[in-house]
């Protein structure tokens, strides 16, 4: 049984917008941080942006800071990444992560299926 499930992604133009969503268990979601993390072919997964279980507290990547915004509804059981001007170097598979307060993947728990955001030049 999914705890965690992704949607939102898609294919989007170079400076488009689009927003993931994460559904995860009230069991999971009110205990922990919330992040996104992406992974692009060939590579390693890498931090995105994570937020706190109270979401008082917001870190970013410094290649997303200023162009995507992480955001969590505690009453629905989700987090939100918006994200603005895109580039084709955003293009990866984004997954969404609930554990502690960390920018490393191995720190995390619990995962989602991922969604696929592609970025065409």
């Known amino acids: 049984q999914a705890q965690l499930v992704e949607s939102g992604g898609g294919l989007v133009q170079a400076g488009g917008s689009l927003r993931l969503s994460c559904a995860a268990s009230?069991?999971?979601?009110?205990?922990?941080?919330m992040a996104w993390f992406r992974q692009a072919p060939g590579k390693e997964r890498e931090f995105v942006a994570r937020i706190s279980w109270s979401g008082g507290s917001t870190r970013y990547a410094d290649s997303v800071k200023g162009r995507f915004t992480i955001s969590r509804d505690n009453a629905k059981n989700t987090v939100y990444l918006q994200m603005n001007s895109l580039k084709p170097e955003d293009t990866a598979v984004y997954y969404c992560?609930?554990?502690?307060?960390?920018?490393?993947?191995?720190?995390?728990?619990?995962w989602g299926q991922g969604t696929q955001v592609t970025v065409s030049s």
């Open positions: 009230g069991r999971i979601f009110s205990r922990n941080t």
């Open positions: 992560g609930a554990g502690p307060y960390s920018s490393r993947y191995v720190d995390y728990d619990y």
